[in-house]
């Protein structure tokens, strides 16, 4: 959601992701209960896009008015699905005879309510820094998918323990972002370099 205001956002014209917002990851104030997701700043668009996008030209008034918008972006982390993953489709093999990946990724209506909620508190930041006008975006992608081989002490709901091991294959260990359980409503990428670091410690010091 981005907000256009009355005077520079960025006075320094240095944008450097300053602002992230985790007050509302665990619900609650309105929203469903247990994780939402966080809120951090995004920003405007590149004044080419937005030149390509438009059926006219706007000359020097663009410019103007992007300098005025700053936005911020919402993380919503989706319900834990069980029908959600990857599986493989051997009926229809590449050229080079590779079976296919086949992923499947739904949002629930608790993932919508999710995302309304944190939209909610955006337009809300956004109004109490200045903001005089508002424009949602919706991104309709989804990103830093996890979860589908997750990791966990209980056998009967994580194929791998809480080493990353895979229960009952000798020797195969799973440290990316399938291994994570939930994603924090964060990128992963630091998240995933720490458990790999502390799987990679654990089979050292046992010798593995």
Request: charged share 25%.
């Amino acid at each position: 959601i981005y907000g256009v205001f009355p005077r520079l956002p960025d006075e320094a014209r240095v944008f450097h992701k300053q602002v992230g917002f985790h007050d509302f990851y665990h619900g609650g104030d309105g929203g469903p209960a247990g994780h939402t997701g966080v809120i951090q700043q995004v920003q405007s668009p590149p004044e080419g896009l937005i030149r390509e996008r438009l059926p006219f030209e706007v000359n020097g008034f663009l410019p103007r008015l992007l300098s005025r918008v700053t936005g911020l972006l919402v993380l919503a982390e989706d319900q834990p699905v069980r029908e959600n993953g990857v599986t493989i489709d051997r009926a229809s093999p590449d050229r080079f005879g590779v079976p296919q990946l086949v992923i499947r990724h739904l949002h629930t209506e608790r993932d919508q309510a999710s995302r309304r909620a944190l939209l909610r508190h955006a337009r809300a930041i956004l109004r109490e820094a200045g903001a005089l006008a508002f424009y949602t975006h919706e991104i309709k992608t989804f990103s830093h998918a996890g979860g589908t081989v997750r990791m966990g002490r209980d056998p009967r709901t994580s194929p791998l323990d809480e080493w990353g091991a895979f229960r009952g294959v000798e020797s195969l260990s799973v440290v990316d972002a399938s291994a994570l359980p939930v994603a924090g409503g964060v990128n992963p990428s630091l998240t995933i370099a720490a458990n790999a670091l502390r799987v990679g410690e654990h089979l050292a010091r046992e010798g593995v």
